[in-house]
């Protein structure tokens, strides 16, 4: 008996490609819709559609199975196509050429980013002077990965610097007001600046006006 199990045990592992297990949630798929692609992967690139082979070798309910399978061919992770066999019968095959491709341009994105946050770390300590913090650099990949362009960002960090304020609490606040004013490029920045002095000096021209000397 006990041989028997060792036997089972050394059965030949799952590949699990580590870009699907790190990124599946990107790919925005369920845990279970994981366990079922990593199934078919081990299968190999084009397997006849028969839900009870997962059936009997995962324990999950056929109908599940069928719903899971449907699932990822609406997310267009799995293709399912009827095809001839050598026999010149129809059936149905599953290809998973579009979760590669997903991937690929999941990975191209993600380097893309990186290469970008790191030409805008290397910036801001340079402005700075100093090495960036952990935190700092966090602060900053959610400022390039959400509502700020990468041109407002070092136009705060300017206008920080020309304000002699070096940390990025203040910068934060910069781009909060920007936002909040719905100053998007560096274009709105030199309008609403302009706007800003002539208003000023448009006020200190009616305070330093002689009323005495008018008649």
Known sequence: MNSKIIELLKEKPFIIPKKL?????????????LVILIYIINLGEKIIYNPQVFVDNLSIDKYKV????????????INIKIEKNDKGISEEYIYIDNLYNKLFNIIIETNVEENNN???????????????SPMECE???????????????????????????????????????????GLNT????????TKYHKNKEQTEEVFDYNWLEDE
């Open 21 to 33: 297990l790190v990124n599946y949630k990107k790919l925005n798929i369920t845990e279970e819709e």
């Open 66 to 77: 069928m719903d899971i399978l449907n699932n990822l061919a609406s997310k267009n992770i």
């Open 118 to 132: 790191t030409d805008m770390f290397s910036i801001f300590e340079k402005e700075l002077g100093r090495t960036l």
């Open 139 to 181: 602060i900053i990949k959610e400022w390039t990965s959400g509502s700020y362009s990468e041109e407002l960002i070092k136009e705060a960090l300017k206008e920080a610097i020309y304000n002699n304020v070096r940390n990025l609490k203040y910068i934060d606040r910069i781009l909060y007001t920007w936002k909040n004013k």
């Open 186 to 193: 560096k274009e709105d920045i030199i309008k609403d600046k």
